[in-house]
């Protein structure tokens, strides 16, 4: 693996974790599937 492609695997898990955080939020708020409809 070549540092490029690490960084790539970094921001995606990164994103992943946003929309992990996100949905958590809107779960508590709204109470709707938020992973069915990706932020």
Known sequence: MN????ETITDKLA???KQIE??????EEGGYCALCFPI
């Not at 996100?22 to 779960?27: F, I, Q």
């Open 3 to 6: 540092k490029q492609h690490l």
């Open 15 to 17: 994103i992943s974790a």
């Open 22 to 27: 996100n949905t958590a939020r809107l779960l």
